[in-house]
C-alpha cells in the first residue's frame, strides 16, 4: 500500500519489453540511431509540431535546468510557483546549468500562479534591470506539486503576460501525462499554441524506467541545447534505451491510459478518505495527487497497517497530537484492491 510517490513504481511491462528488444544488436550511439529518429518523429506527431526539436535525458531535473537554460541568462530571473520543483527539490541545478540565474518565486494557492499574482510579481522584479537581472523566463508546472492542473486558457493568459514583456515559457510535465488526462485536451493545445517554448514531458513517473523528453517548439533552440547536455554530462550513450522507452509509452496511447488510471485511483482514494471521521481533503483532486488533514491517531494506524505517504509539508512535529496533513500519489500501478485495502485498515 505504497503511496508515497509515483516514482516508486516499476516500470510497465510494454515499456519492458521495448527495452529488452532494444538490447539486440550494434546500433550508432549519442542519438544517432533509428529508434531514437522514431522517438523523435512521433513526439513530434503527437504534438503537431513538426518543425519542434525534440532531446531525451534520463531525470526531470536535466530536463527542467537544460530547457531553463535556453531561457534564461546568468543575469536573468526566472519566474516559478514558490512550490515548484525547481525551486524546492532541484538544489539549485537551473541556477548553476544556466550560470547564475535566479529564481522568482510567486505565490497562489493549490500550486498555480494566477495572473494577477504574476502581473504583480512582474512589476515588482521589473525594475533597476542592470543592478537587478533581467525578467527572462516563466516556468508553469503542470500538473502542479499540489495536484491541481493549468488548463490551456489558464496558460495562454500566463504565457500571454510572459511574452508581453520577452519572457520564455517553460512548462515542467513531469506529470503532464495525468494533466492531459484529467484535461482532455490535445498536447499542442496544452503547449505551443497556449505560447509554451518549451517543454519537459515526463516519462519516469508514468510507467517508463526513466526518460523525460525535452520538447523545443522553437528549433533555433536545438543546438545550443545539445552542446549544454554534453557539457552537463546529460548525454547518454545507449541513447536507445532512453528512445525505446518513449516509443513504447506513446504507443496506442498507452501513456495516457496510465495516466488515467492512476488519476482514478487518487479519485477512489479521495472519496474513501473523505468518508472517514475527522478527515478533510485539503485540496481538489485533479490528478494523481491526494492532499488531506487526518487525526494523528490515524496517522499512526496508517504506519502501523504499512501504508506508505509523505507528510505534507515534511516539518510537521511527530509529537504532536494535533491532525497531520498527508500527501499520497497514486501511479500506473496502484491497484484498486490497494486503495481498498487502504482505506479498509484506517477504518
Not at 147 to 155: A, C, L, R, S
Amino acid at each position: 500500500m505504497n503511496f508515497a510517490s509515483d516514482n516508486a513504481g516499476g516500470v510497465h511491462p510494454r515499456i519492458m519489453a521495448a527495452l529488452a528488444a532494444a538490447n539486440e544488436g550494434h546500433v550508432p550511439s549519442y542519438g544517432t540511431d533509428r529508434i531514437t529518429r522514431a522517438a523523435q518523429d512521433r513526439v513530434r506527431e503527437l504534438f503537431d509540431a513538426p518543425e519542434a526539436a525534440v532531446h531525451f535525458v534520463a531525470t526531470g531535473t536535466a530536463a527542467n535546468a537544460l530547457a531553463l537554460s535556453l531561457l534564461s541568462p546568468g543575469w536573468g530571473k526566472v519566474f516559478c510557483h514558490s512550490d515548484a520543483h525547481v525551486q524546492t527539490s532541484e538544489a539549485g541545478a537551473p541556477e548553476f546549468f544556466s550560470g547564475g540565474a535566479k529564481l522568482i518565486p510567486v505565490p497562489g494557492t493549490g500550486g498555480r500562479i494566477t495572473p494577477e499574482t504574476l502581473a504583480e510579481a512582474l512589476h515588482v522584479h521589473g525594475r533597476d534591470a542592470v543592478h537587478a537581472g533581467r525578467n527572462a523566463a516563466l516556468t508553469l508546472t503542470n500538473a502542479t506539486e499540489w495536484g491541481t492542473v493549468y488548463g490551456p486558457d489558464e496558460v495562454a493568459a500566463l504565457a500571454a503576460l510572459a511574452r508581453a514583456q520577452g519572457l520564455g515559457v517553460h512548462m515542467d510535465g513531469a506529470r503532464f501525462a495525468n494533466a492531459l488526462a484529467s484535461l482532455d485536451v490535445s498536447p499542442a493545445d496544452l503547449t505551443w499554441r497556449a505560447g509554451v517554448d518549451i517543454l519537459s514531458l515526463g516519462g519516469t513517473k508514468n510507467g517508463c524506467m526513466g526518460v523525460e523528453a525535452v520538447v523545443i517548439f522553437d528549433p533555433a533552440l536545438s543546438e545550443e541545447f545539445e552542446f549544454r547536455r554534453k557539457r552537463a554530462g546529460a548525454l547518454v550513450s545507449k541513447h536507445r534505451y532512453l528512445a525505446a522507452q518513449v516509443l513504447a509509452w506513446l504507443e496506442g496511447e498507452l501513456w495516457l491510459q496510465l495516466a488515467r488510471h492512476a488519476n482514478a485511483m487518487a479519485h477512489e482514494l479521495a472519496l474513501g478518505l473523505a468518508r472517514l471521521p475527522g478527515v478533510r481533503i485539503d485540496q481538489r483532486v485533479e490528478s494523481n495527487t491526494v492532499f488531506a488533514t487526518i487525526p494523528r491517531a490515524l496517522h499512526r494506524r496508517a504506519g502501523a497497517s504499512g501504508i506508505c505517504y509523505h507528510l505534507w509539508p515534511h516539518t510537521q512535529d511527530a509529537k504532536d497530537e494535533e491532525p497531520v496533513s498527508i500527501r499520497l500519489v497514486c501511479g500506473w500501478d496502484t491497484r484498486l484492491d490497494d486503495v481498498t485495502a487502504a482505506l479498509r485498515a484506517l477504518a
